[in-house]
């Protein structure tokens, strides 16, 4: 029997527990061993719950107890996580985790040490939640070089975005009915703001270069300035409008951006909705994959950990190959990426716009008179705010990026 440890017992936690046990028969079978829960360390107690037993309070017990083999690390932050986490790992204990922000920050650090002390750190669902796609990047997709990682990575954000879409609603509004209804967090800067998506596609692109991207150096931008107006004209040109986490490797360099994003009705991405998350691969022999599903949550994310605990299971004394070296990959100044952009101005300027952007695409929307709005071609993130700035005066509202 392989004894295991959840560290906090929230959401991600308890559903931890509740996928060991509803799945155990099946869980044995592919863990080639019994799986038990042992400890569940919280600092809270919980009279009556069936595993109310299993309470511990102090780590200790945990770390130094040799029948534990495999902690699920379910806390969240970089704090006593970090700490307990390493502590685990030293001992010999394999680490499977939920917690984006521990792995984007710490993740090399952590990889490495697993390594020399023959075990595992294993993080499927600290991105995508349930969705497979660390595992496929690890793994299956082992004989590609990537090319693309564009990814909704983001349940919350792809929330309100695909609302504000159906029901012509503004921002404001829209969250806070997802806040009424539980869908965002009282405080929900990290999501629309587009911080959880940065630490998520730096994981990735961590993944796809082999070396560390700093998430901190990301060029990230949320989806606060989106208006029902940009989705009349996203609708007009068949086009939707999502929170994008784009990952590119662009001459020995990484590009890595957060930020809304125009899509075409015929790409894939077009119709990931609701609270749901997508990864879209593109790998030179491949060609385009896509991953879907559900990208939080309580069962889906435990889902991920536990498949994570198996996985440790079948490599006991053994460490699964990661490469996600401490070496950080230089990234490239997000002033030379290329992209499209959209930009709405007042009527009467066409002139203008003509001797700045040369000749870019017009786009009207039937009862509207007093703006017209532009799409360009490919132009680099400079040359676009320099002729934008020349512009500004006559410009409304937000421009918002083409494709990817
Ligand atoms: N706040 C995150 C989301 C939870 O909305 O996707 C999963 O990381």
């Not at 440890?5 to 592919?30: H, P, R």
């Not at 534990?68 to 970089?78: A, D, Q």
């Not at 082992?142 to 695909?162: H, Q």
Request: glycine residues 8%; contains cysteine; negative net charge.
């Amino acid at each position: 029997m392989i004894k295991v440890a959840v560290l906090g017992y929230g959401t991600v936690g308890s559903g931890v527990v509740e996928v060991l046990e509803k799945n155990s028969e099946a869980l044995s079978k592919k863990a080639l061993d019994e799986l038990s829960v042992k400890y569940i360390l919280d600092l809270r107690d919980f009279p009556g719950d069936p595993h109310e037993d299993k309470i511990v309070h102090d780590y200790k017990q945990i770390v130094e107890d040799e029948e534990i083999k495999i902690i699920c690390e379910t806390m969240g932050g970089v704090g006593a996580a970090y700490e307990f986490t390493k502590q685990a790992l030293m001992a010999g204990k394999s680490v499977c985790t939920s917690n984006k922000e521990l792995v984007a920050l710490h993740g090399p650090e952590l990889i490495a040490l697993a390594k020399e002390n023959k075990c595992n750190y294993l993080f499927e669902a600290s991105v995508g939640g349930g969705i497979p796609i660390i595992r496929p990047i690890n793994c299956a997709l082992t004989a590609e070089k990537i090319e693309v990682i564009a990814g909704i990575l983001n349940g919350t954000t792809n929330y309100i975005l695909s609302k504000m879409e159906k029901e012509g609603a503004e921002f404001e509004t829209v969250l806070k009915e997802a806040q009424e209804l539980g869908y965002a967090e009282r405080n929900p800067e990290a999501d629309v703001e587009g911080h959880d998506a940065c630490r998520k596609i730096a994981i990735l692109s961590s993944l796809m270069l082999g070396k560390h991207v700093d998430y901190s150096k990301i060029y990230t931008e949320g989806i606060t300035k989106i208006t029902p107006v940009d989705f009349a004209y996203a609708k007009a040109m068949g086009m939707s409008i999502k929170l994008l986490a784009v990952s590119k490797e662009c001459d020995d360099k990484a590009f890595a951006m957060v930020s809304p994003r125009m899509i075409s009705a015929e790409h894939p991405l077009h119709m990931v909705n609701d609270v749901f998350n997508a990864v879209f691969v593109t790998g030179n022999m491949l060609g385009d994959s896509m991953y879907y599903g559900k990208g939080a949550g309580k069962l889906p994310t435990a889902s991920a950990v536990v498949g994570d605990v198996v996985d440790c299971a079948r490599h006991l004394g053994k460490t699964v190959t990661c490469i996600w070296d401490s070496e950080e990959a230089p990234l490239m100044d997000v002033a030379d990426a290329q992209n499209k952009f959209f930009f709405r101005v007042k009527t009467g300027n066409e002139e203008r716009v003509k001797d700045v952007f040369g000749n870019p695409e017009a786009v009207k929307l039937p009862g509207v008179e007093d703006e017209v709005a532009y799409v360009t071609g490919s132009l680099t993130e400079k040359d676009f705010a320099q002729k934008y700035e020349k512009i500004a005066d006559i410009c409304v509202g937000n421009r918002i990026r083409v494709g990817f």
